[in-house]
């Protein structure tokens, strides 16, 4: 597969929203690459990984965040629903997968239904080394602030907005990964 040419027919012009899906999606992606690179243990489709992580914000332009210049009407909160539904338009399952599941350390049916998220009602929890890795590395870099690298202490405790269950999750990945 192509991720450049899938990233080019939905950002085909040069402009701030594009820069920072690459920039964004780059630090991501090169993360997990770091990390299976340090961890040759790990059973990882690194090409997969990689075509992934660069992929994973691809439904960003369909939402309203102004402050990084996304133009569009859904809630930045569907960005991942958004996302997977362009990659399966692609033919893409795979990586449709971990466009869903990289928000917070996942969204559980009952954590969407408790918060009345703009959410399908079901789970979207990272399930695979490769979805669990994505997710993982994608906390580091905000798009918002692409220039900073969180510590692992921050990017659990910016995670603290999901609840403990997805901080302990991020730390026990910590533990995996680093």
């Not at 402050?67 to 795979?94: D, F, N």
């Not at 580091?140 to 202490?153: A, G």
């Not at 921050?154 to 910590?174: I, P, R």
């Amino acid at each position: 597969m192509d991720y450049q040419a899938i990233i080019d027919k939905y950002y085909p012009a040069d402009n701030a929203l594009r820069r920072v899906l690459l920039q964004h999606s780059r630090q991501v992606a090169d993360r997990c690459l770091q990390i299976v690179r340090k961890h040759r243990e790990l059973p990882v489709d690194v090409q997969f990984l990689e075509e992934a992580a660069m992929l994973h914000d691809i439904g960003i332009f369909r939402c309203h965040a102004p402050s990084i210049y996304c133009e569009g009407t859904e809630p930045y909160i569907c960005h991942g629903v958004l996302g997977a539904a362009i990659l399966r338009e692609e033919g893409y399952e795979r990586h449709a997968r971990v466009c869903e599941r990289h928000t917070g350390t996942g969204l559980t049916r009952q954590s969407i239904e408790a918060q009345h998220l703009p959410l399908p009602l079901m789970d979207f929890v990272p399930e695979t080394l490769e979805e669990q890795i994505v997710c993982y590395a994608d906390k580091f870099y905000s798009k918002s602030s692409p220039d900073r690298v969180r510590s692992v202490l921050d990017a659990a405790q910016s995670l603290e907005k999901f609840g403990s269950q997805g901080v302990e999750k991020f730390l026990q990945w910590a533990k995996i990964f680093e």
